[in-house]
């Protein structure tokens, strides 16, 4: 586990809300954000130049954030959500969520595979990623950047579940422990080289006696 590093971003108060005055604020090269938390619901603005560096730098919503306000007031917080412009490639806006110190977190943060499946390398089977993130529950400063799912031991049919993730210090995973996480299957269907090779043999065989059938009455005509 990598303990990750806080980033400081800058936040300015935003009296005015509604769509016109989130455009007026993109237009001026702000970005509009809320922190939420408890009995917080507060409208700020930060820097679109210096979020997408920091983004860059951070390990994006996994990071743990510092906000500064412009009288010198800081809060601990990570990214609760962000709206993006996929197309012009620009964030809209954010949504953080306040971090106490001391305190549990609930938080997702990125399932990384490593290795090569033993049933994609020698058994010709498909490699099937079910989730890219994984909900744990940890004190934020064991708040881990990412979790690490080594597939090497994947054979055809089988797979791996919650229950096969590294136990990382102080950090528990909130879904079931059999909840499937990657899977090895034959082919897109799901079936494996066998069974496909089994029904063109039966189909074959169908198509045959169809044939055979229909010869049949042809000669009684």
């Keep these: 586990m990598s303990e990750l590093s806080e980033f400081t971003l800058k936040v300015s108060p935003r009296e005015k809300s509604g769509r016109n005055a989130c455009k007026s604020l993109r237009n001026s090269g702000k970005i509009p954000v809320i922190l939420y938390g408890k009995a917080i619901?507060?409208?700020?603005?930060?820097?679109d130049k210096?979020?997408?560096?920091?983004?860059?730098?951070?390990?994006?919503?996994?990071?743990?954030?510092?906000?500064?306000?412009?009288?010198?007031?800081?809060?601990?917080?990570?990214?609760?959500?962000?709206?993006?412009?996929?197309?012009?490639?620009?964030?809209?806006?954010?949504?953080?969520?306040?971090?106490?110190?001391?305190?549990?977190?609930?938080t997702?943060?990125?399932?990384?595979?490593?290795?090569?499946?033993?049933?994609?390398k020698s058994q010709g089977g498909i490699l099937e990623v079910l989730s890219s993130e994984i909900e744990i529950k940890c004190r934020p400063s064991n708040l881990p950047s990412q979790v690490t799912l080594d597939i090497s031991s994947l054979e055809l049919g089988s797979n791996l579940q919650?229950?096969?993730?590294?136990?990382?210090?102080d950090v528990e995973y909130v879904d079931s422990p059999e909840m499937i996480l990657a899977s090895c299957v034959g082919s897109a269907s799901g079936r494996s080289g066998a069974?496909?090779?089994?029904?063109?043999?039966?189909?074959?065989?169908?198509?045959?006696?169809?044939?055979?059938?229909?010869?049949?009455?042809?000669?009684?005509?």
């Design 50 to 106: 210096e979020t997408r560096m920091l983004l860059r730098n951070a390990s994006g919503s996994t990071s743990l954030l510092r906000l500064l306000g412009e009288n010198g007031e800081e809060e601990l917080v990570l990214i609760k959500d962000l709206q993006k412009d996929q197309i012009k490639d620009k964030i809209l806006h954010i949504d953080f969520i306040q971090v106490t110190r001391g305190e549990d977190l609930q």
């Design 162 to 169: 919650i229950k096969d993730l590294p136990q990382i210090d």
């Design 195 to 221: 069974e496909d090779e089994e029904d063109t043999e039966e189909e074959a065989s169908m198509e045959g006696e169809e044939t055979s059938e229909a010869e049949d009455s042809k000669e009684k005509e």
């Design 41 to 47: 619901n507060k409208p700020y603005s930060v820097d």
């Design 108 to 120: 997702k943060v990125p399932l990384v595979i490593t290795g090569e499946a033993e049933g994609v």
